[in-house]
């Protein structure tokens, strides 16, 4: 049996007219091998098939057959599914459904992640196995193979934090409705995909010739996200002392400075997908929806030419749990607009850190990248670790988490007597801290429902944020999209309490 979502994953970016006039994403074709072997014949072709991985990423289309992981329902749902974000598009029900903590199997958002997923893995096998028959110089061939490796790694990192187990995929002959398996066997195929990616990747790649391009940086911080999501303590260590002790990476003196177009994949930047089209190597670049989704509607109104339609806001509570000069809070909310007669408007907490005014004044749809992966998350992820390896923070947890809010204190010009550094902290007082300091740092970056599941806080912490709004313990995993189940009983049980 063989996939054929796999082939049509594919031609998608390299055929769209074929692609269209194919069925359906499931049915047997024995002909894919043949596919495969007549594809790829070229360094072009096999290029051509790891960008095809890339562009799942970003794809805006949100037709049943392909769409974009980052789009926005990977990081909208982590933000409306827990304290960070409240709905506001009216009659989208299901995106209430996330920040009520009432969503059920049937949800278009949580299908969008699993789908979309699958198909970048789909296509991510295809490049795999295709690679290795092609005639090029073998540094060339790894290092495609590890960025193939690195993108499967994480698409499966993200599924498995999302609905625990789910089906193990690494071949195009894999069969067409494969069980669910088990979550320590997903993490151990992730672990050695990255391993293999870190060991393969370039450290960096020739001026405007990599923007977006898995490194071996962005191997190493992934992979020790994935060991401190297990609570492999140690590993995870080891692993953001690569990246620190690297010198590749570090933070900006100005956290505003994190958000800039033009410093996309600077010295912050791990990996992050790309939404841009000037200057990028891999082709399929879509624009964003981040400040359309997130900017007040007013502003619309106050600036000619810009569209923003406020779907989504961030909670009081986001906003109040910012010290007021902390430079976070200014870069990440619009709370007043100035309009053209002069007045001013009032408007709830929306997130602006997206919009860079300079570069993008029009807001809108953006060519903002999305930050995947910062180096302010290795350094409070090296933090983590360290505390709950020695039970307490070591000086070099403290040195770690600090450097973070250093940065906080700066507000463009000079420092502020804000945010003192942590010290002589408990283990439980300084987790909490920790826990409070990813809030302020990685707004609207995806994080929020996952960090509320590592820390054992989604519970406790929501109801603070949305008064009646109680996760339930099954909360910490989303349920499998009936959609598939319906495809693939194999699928069942489904997750507990759904």
Same mark, same amino acid.
């Given at each position: 049996?063989?996939?054929?979502? #796999?082939?049509?994953?594919?031609?998608?970016?390299?055929?769209?007219?074929?692609?269209?006039?194919?069925?359906?994403?499931?049915?047997?074709?024995?002909?894919?091998?043949?596919?495969?072997?007549?594809?790829?014949?070229?360094?072009?072709?096999?290029?051509?098939?790891?960008?095809?991985?890339?562009?799942?990423?970003?794809?805006?289309?949100? =037709?049943?057959?392909?769409?974009?992981?980052?789009?926005?329902?990977?990081?909208?749902?982590?933000?409306?599914?827990?304290?960070?974000?409240?709905?506001?598009?009216?009659?989208?029900?299901?995106?209430?459904?996330?920040?009520?903590?009432?969503?059920?199997?049937?949800?278009?958002?949580?299908?969008?992640?699993?789908?979309?997923?699958?198909?970048?893995?789909?296509?991510?096998?295809?490049?795999?196995?295709?690679?290795?028959?092609?005639?090029?110089?073998?540094?060339?061939?790894?290092?495609?193979?590890?960025?193939?490796?690195?993108?499967?790694?994480?698409?499966?990192?993200?599924?498995?934090?999302?609905?625990?187990?789910?089906?193990?995929?690494?071949?195009?002959?894999?069969?067409? +409705?494969?069980?669910?398996?088990?979550?320590?066997?997903?993490?151990?195929?992730? =672990?050695?995909?990255?391993?293999?990616?870190?060991?393969?990747?370039?450290?960096?790649?020739?001026?405007?010739?990599?923007?977006?391009?898995?490194?071996?940086?962005?191997?190493?911080?992934?992979?020790?996200?994935?060991?401190?999501?297990?609570?492999?303590?140690?590993?995870?260590?080891?692993?953001?002392?690569?990246?620190?002790?690297?010198?590749?990476?570090?933070?900006?003196?100005?956290?505003?400075?994190?958000?800039?177009?033009?410093?996309?994949?600077?010295?912050?930047?791990?990996?992050?997908?790309?939404?841009?089209?000037?200057?990028?190597? #891999?082709?399929?670049?879509?624009?964003?929806?981040?400040?359309?989704?997130?900017?007040?509607?007013?502003?619309?109104?106050?600036?000619?030419?810009?569209?923003?339609?406020?779907?989504?806001?961030? +909670?009081?509570?986001?906003?109040?749990?910012?010290?007021?000069?902390?430079?976070?809070?200014?870069?990440?909310?619009?709370? +007043?607009?100035?309009?053209?007669?002069?007045?001013?408007?009032?408007?709830?907490?929306?997130?602006?850190?997206?919009?860079?005014?300079?570069?993008?004044?029009?807001?809108?749809? +953006?060519?903002?990248?999305?930050?995947?992966?910062?180096?302010?998350?290795?350094?409070?992820?090296?933090?983590?670790?360290?505390?709950?390896?020695?039970?307490?923070?070591?000086?070099?947890?403290?040195?770690?988490?600090?450097?973070?809010?250093?940065?906080?204190?700066?507000?463009?010009?000079?420092?502020?007597? #804000?945010?003192?550094?942590?010290?002589?902290?408990?283990?439980?007082?300084?987790?909490?801290?920790?826990?409070?300091?990813?809030?302020?740092?990685?707004?609207?970056?995806?994080?929020?429902?996952?960090?509320?599941?590592?820390?054992?806080?989604?519970?406790?912490?929501?109801?603070?944020?949305?008064?009646?709004?109680?996760?339930?313990?099954?909360?910490?995993?989303?349920?499998?999209?009936?959609?598939?189940?319906?495809?693939?009983?194999?699928?069942?049980?489904?997750?507990?309490?759904?």
């Amino acid at each position: 049996m063989k996939k054929t979502y #796999i082939r049509l994953s594919i031609l998608f970016f390299l055929a769209a007219a074929a692609v269209m006039a194919c069925k359906g994403l499931l049915e047997e074709d024995p002909k894919d091998q043949v596919f495969v072997d007549n594809f790829f014949q070229t360094e072009n072709d096999a290029i051509a098939a790891v960008n095809s991985i890339y562009s799942i990423l970003n794809s805006t289309s949100t =037709a049943p057959t392909f769409g974009g992981v980052f789009h926005s329902s990977y990081w909208v749902t982590s933000g409306l599914a827990s304290d960070e974000m409240e709905n506001r598009i009216i009659g989208a029900n299901e995106l209430d459904q996330l920040a009520t903590f009432t969503h059920r199997p049937v949800n278009s958002n949580l299908y969008d992640i699993w789908r979309n997923a699958y198909k970048g893995i789909a296509n991510a096998n295809f490049a795999i196995e295709g690679i290795p028959t092609v005639k090029m110089a073998d540094a060339t061939k790894n290092r495609l193979l590890g960025e193939a490796r690195f993108l499967r790694g994480l698409l499966y990192f993200d599924l498995v934090r999302l609905f625990g187990d789910i089906p193990l995929m690494l071949r195009l002959d894999a069969a067409i +409705t494969p069980p669910r398996s088990p979550k320590a066997d997903v993490f151990a195929q992730i =672990a050695d995909d990255l391993e293999f990616a870190k060991q393969n990747l370039p450290v960096s790649y020739p001026a405007g010739n990599g923007l977006g391009r898995a490194t071996t940086g962005a191997a190493t911080g992934l992979l020790a996200k994935v060991y401190l999501t297990q609570g492999a303590w140690q590993k995870c260590i080891d692993e953001c002392l690569a990246v620190i002790n690297s010198g590749n990476y570090g933070l900006y003196e100005d956290f505003a400075d994190a958000f800039k177009i033009p410093n996309e994949n600077g010295k912050e930047t791990l990996f992050s997908v790309g939404f841009g089209t000037a200057g990028n190597s #891999i082709s399929f670049w879509e624009v964003g929806q981040f400040n359309v989704r997130l900017l007040p509607r007013q502003l619309s109104g106050a600036i000619p030419g810009v569209n923003a339609q406020g779907w989504q806001v961030a +909670t009081q509570n986001l906003y109040d749990d910012f010290e007021p000069q902390d430079r976070r809070r200014e870069v990440t909310f619009l709370t +007043t607009i100035q309009n053209t007669n002069g007045s001013t408007t009032t408007v709830e907490p929306h997130i602006q850190k997206y919009w860079d005014k300079t570069t993008e004044p029009l807001a809108g749809n +953006t060519d903002h990248d999305f930050p995947y992966l910062r180096y302010a998350d290795v350094l409070l992820m090296y933090a983590e670790a360290l505390n709950e390896l020695n039970n307490g923070p070591t000086p070099d947890a403290y040195d770690a988490v600090n450097a973070v809010r250093k940065r906080a204190r700066f507000n463009g010009s000079v420092a502020l007597p #804000i945010l003192p550094d942590l010290q002589g902290l408990s283990y439980q007082t300084f987790k909490d801290a920790l826990l409070l300091e990813r809030r302020r740092e990685f707004v609207a970056e995806g994080h929020r429902w996952f960090d509320l599941v590592r820390f054992g806080k989604l519970e406790a912490l929501v109801p603070v944020a949305k008064p009646g709004v109680q996760p339930q313990p099954f909360h910490n995993l989303f349920p499998v999209p009936q959609g598939e189940i319906d495809l693939n009983p194999n699928l069942l049980p489904q997750n507990t309490g759904y």
